[in-house]
């Protein structure tokens, strides 16, 4: 049995509906609506888009507004604490597609990033998290401590 595996069993599926409800609330909580945007909220001066998807919550976007201060990281930390709060797990795909310098415009150290951070890679095209030359995106995962 595969890690992930393992803690799918752990995680379990019952009340799954209920984890991710409470984790939107409380993250509601946490953040502010974004001016015009209704599906970006915001979270330590970072944008943030994510939404529930079976058992997780999908991050489909996260972006400092000032980039190079640690507000991302911060932003993400608080995502992550309610993951670890709620045992809801937090999937997203890696992929950079910033063209800006003070921003990560490298997919490769944006998973890296994601690593330090207590994601794991989970991509069966990735055998080697420290190979990552070339790739264009990678499907990543932080299952609640």
Known sequence: MRLHEIERVRLGTGGAKKKLDNYIKD??????????????RIIDNTMVQLYPVSNAIHISDIQ????GQGLATSAMKKLQKLADKHRVKLELTAKAYANDPQRISDTKELVRWYLRL??????????DPSDLEG???ADMVYYPR
Do not use: A, C, K, R
């Open 118 to 127: 207590g994601f794991d890679i989970d991509d069966e095209l990735i055998d």
């Open 27 to 40: 993250y509601t909580m946490i953040s502010e609506p974004h001016p015009w945007n209704p599906q970006t």
């Open 135 to 137: 790739i264009e995106q």
């Open 64 to 67: 400092s507004v000032t980039p």
